[in-house]
C-alpha cells in the first residue's frame, strides 16, 4: 500500500500523463473516474487497477478511498468538484492533493485546515504548473527580501497548447475578470488592468495580469500582502481584451459558454508529445519593500502538463514516505524554495 494512491481524473488529458509517468517515480496509481469506457482502456495499456465511482456517490467515494493512504485530484472544473472529495478524505483520514489553480477552490479548501489537523492529514491543492513553480519563486525571494511588501510573479510559456480540462475551466471563467492582493485581502480587478514587459533571461516578453492561484497561495507561503500574477500574452490580443469589460454581461452567460465549449470539444484534446517536448514554461519573481529596494529571480521549466505530471507525482511520493505536515499547505510553504530544483529540466536563469 505504500506506494498506492487513488488517481481521480485519470482519463483527463493530465491525468493520463499522470499515470502513464508514475512507474517513473515507483508509484502505483489506482485509476478513478466516473465512467468505465474511459478508464478502462488506459488500465489496461498500463496494466493498473481502476475503480469507476462517481463524487456525488458519497458511499461509493468514501469505500474508494478506504484502499489508500492519498488522492491526486485531476477533475476539474474544481469549483464543482474539490469539495465533495475534500470532505470525503476528511471521512477516511486521506490526504487531499489536486492541480487546481483556481483561487476561490484555494480559499475554500484553507477553510478545512483545523478539520484536517484534527484527522492528521495534508491537504495541499496546487501541486501542479498552478502552483509549484511561482510558490517556490516567491519563497526564494521572500528569503532573500524578508521585509518585502509587494510580490510580482509571472509566467508565459513557449509552444505547447491547451488541454480540454484547461480549456473548459478557462471558459467557465470567461467574463468575471480578474483578482489580485492588496494589503492582505483579495481584491477583484479588471483582467488584465496591469501590464508590463519581463526580461525571463533568455527573452524579453510582454504580460498581463491574471486571477493566478498565487494570489491565495503566494499570501500563504510568504505572508507579502500585496501580490499580482502575470501571463505572457501578444500585445495584440492584449488591446482587443483590454475592451472586454463592455462586453462581460455577455460572456457570463451560458449561452455564450456553451458555445465556447463546444468550439473546445472540437478540437484536440491537448498538445500532442511531440508539442510538449519543443515547448517549455518561464517564470519569473519580483520583490519589493518600502524602502523601494527590488529584487527578482527566474527559472526555465517543463512545459505546464510534464511539469504538473512530475510535481505532482514528487510531492505525492514525498507524502507516502511521510514527509508531509498536517493541515492546509502549499507546496513552497511544506517543501521549501527548492522543491522546484527536485523536478528535472529546471533550471535558474
Not at 484547461?166 to 501590464?195: D, F, W, Y
Not at 491574471?210 to 500585496?226: L, R
Request: hydrophobic residues 40%; positive net charge; charged residues 20%.
Amino acid at each position: 500500500m505504500q506506494n498506492k494512491f487513488l488517481l481521480y481524473g485519470a482519463n483527463g488529458y493530465t491525468g493520463k500523463l499522470i499515470a502513464k509517468l508514475a512507474a517513473s517515480y515507483s508509484l502505483q496509481p489506482i485509476l478513478a473516474g466516473r465512467t468505465e469506457s474511459l478508464i478502462k482502456p488506459l488500465a489496461d495499456e498500463l496494466q493498473l487497477p481502476y475503480v469507476i465511482v462517481d463524487l456525488n456517490d458519497k458511499d461509493a467515494l468514501e469505500k474508494a478511498l478506504q484502499q489508500v493512504k492519498l488522492v491526486l485530484h485531476a477533475a476539474g472544473p474544481y469549483v464543482f468538484t474539490a469539495k465533495q472529495m475534500i470532505e470525503a478524505c476528511l471521512q477516511t483520514g486521506v490526504h487531499y492533493i489536486d492541480i487546481n489553480g483556481d483561487i476561490s477552490v484555494f480559499e475554500m479548501l484553507k477553510k478545512y485546515d483545523a478539520a484536517a489537523k484534527e484527522k492528521n492529514i495534508m491537504v495541499m491543492p496546487g501541486v501542479g504548473f498552478d502552483v509549484v513553480p511561482t510558490d517556490c519563486i516567491a519563497l526564494q525571494l521572500k528569503n532573500k527580501m524578508p521585509d518585502a511588501t509587494h510580490l510580482k510573479l509571472a509566467f508565459a510559456s513557449l509552444g505547447g497548447g491547451l488541454s480540454h480540462g484547461t480549456a473548459i475551466t478557462m471558459a467557465g471563467k470567461i467574463g468575471e475578470g480578474g483578482a489580485v492582493r492588496e494589503n492582505g485581502k483579495i481584491v477583484r480587478k479588471p483582467l488584465g488592468q496591469k501590464s508590463m514587459w519581463v526580461n525571463f533571461g533568455d527573452k524579453k516578453l510582454f504580460v498581463m495580469t491574471i486571477p493566478w492561484g498565487d494570489v491565495s497561495t503566494a499570501y500563504t507561503t510568504t505572508s507579502i500582502p500585496n501580490i499580482e500574477a502575470y501571463t505572457g500574452m501578444a500585445p495584440k490580443v492584449y488591446r482587443i481584451l483590454k475592451f472586454q469589460w463592455a462586453f462581460n454581461w455577455l460572456l457570463r452567460t451560458e449561452f455564450v459558454r456553451n458555445i465556447i465549449r463546444k468550439k473546445i470539444k472540437s478540437k484536440p484534446t491537448g498538445p500532442s508529445d511531440e508539442q510538449r517536448k519543443k515547448s517549455s514554461s518561464m517564470v519569473w519573481g519580483e520583490v519589493s519593500n518600502a524602502a523601494g529596494i527590488k529584487l527578482t529571480a527566474a527559472i526555465s521549466c517543463y512545459d505546464g502538463y510534464t511539469l504538473t505530471a512530475h510535481s505532482s507525482l514528487l510531492i505525492t511520493q514525498k507524502i507516502l514516505n511521510g514527509d508531509l505536515k498536517p493541515g492546509y499547505q502549499t507546496p513552497a510553504g511544506c517543501y521549501g524554495e527548492n522543491l522546484i530544483m527536485e523536478i528535472p529540466h529546471t533550471k535558474v536563469i
